[in-house]
């Protein structure tokens, strides 16, 4: 891997022998290149998916349907400042993290409530 990153510095014509020859904007434009092109592949498209999953969490409000990040189904029935507590199954509720939920469901997500009937 070094060999390629040294070729275009070879290619200038500093060689193995040294000195400060060639355009330094010109040795730093494939790592600047890589930047940039990690920056929308990777970084840009994570930032935005956090953002989205916080406005979720800071929009969740009493009656909605959950699934947990553990995998858990349940509704939530009381909301505090970090808690909340979810109806998982009749007479059975549990406190969790806010952080823990990983998305609401919509109504077209009940197949599981469908199969039961």
């Known amino acids: 891997m070094l060999f390629f990153l040294a070729q275009p510095a070879y290619a200038m014509g500093g ?10 904007i010109a040795q ?31 929009e969740l409000q ?22 909340i507590t979810v109806k998982i199954a009749e007479n059975v509720r549990v406190d969790m993290s806010r952080a823990a939920v990983s998305r609401v469901r919509e109504d077209g997500d009940d197949k599981s409530e469908k199969s039961d009937k």
């Not at 092109?37 to 969490?57: H, N």
């Open 15 to 24: 060689g193995a022998g040294g000195g400060a020859d060639g355009n330094p």
């Open 28 to 58: 730093l434009l494939p790592f600047v290149l890589m930047f940039v092109v990690l920056y929308f592949l990777i970084l840009r498209p994570q930032i935005k998916k956090q953002k989205t999953q916080q406005k979720m969490i800071d």
């Open 62 to 83: 009493k009656g909605d349907k959950i699934v947990t990040s553990g995998g858990l189904h349940g509704v939530i029935t009381n909301l505090k400042d970090d808690i």
